[in-house]
Nanobody, 124 residues
Framework: QVQLSESGGGLVQAGDSLRVSCAAS????????MGWFRQAPGQEREWVAS????????GYADSVKGRFTISRDNAKNTVFLQMNSLKPEDTGVYYC?????????????????WGQGTQVTVSS
């Protein structure tokens, strides 16, 4: 059974940095891509970033490109999202998700398992 557990969220000021982590278990983590999504109040969940099974290829939403970095440690079954130059519009619940395929994908239906989410709040 796939289990994903996020940590590292919190309250920060605009311009600050924050790193969220996601620990995975219950499947062969290093064979599949991973992704981060976020959901602001009253809005739909949106894709933020993805990484392939190896960690060598990544993809980002235009809204976070150049500010956020996704990475993974396959030895520790963990994926990270480093968020720099945070803006108030980055506020939301951040979810990690396990992809069903090895490569980078922004397509929500390619993700089969989700964590419980971690709250990130950026004050102006």
């Amino acid at each position: 059974q796939v289990q994903l557990s996020e940590s590292g969220g919190g309250l920060v000021q605009a311009g600050d940095s924050l790193r969220v982590s996601c620990a995975a278990s219950g499947y062969h983590f290093s064979s599949y891509g991973m992704g981060w999504f976020r959901q602001a109040p009253g809005q739909e969940r949106e894709w933020v970033a993805s990484i392939d099974f190896s960690g060598r290829q990544t993809g980002y939403a235009d809204s976070v490109k150049g500010r956020f970095t996704i990475s993974r440690d396959n030895a520790k079954n963990t994926v990270f999202l480093q968020m720099n130059s945070l803006k108030p519009e980055d506020t939301g619940v951040y979810y990690c998700a396990a992809s069903r395929i090895p490569k980078v994908t922004p397509v929500r239906s390619n993700f089969g398992s989700w964590g419980q989410g971690t709250q990130v709040t950026v004050s102006s």
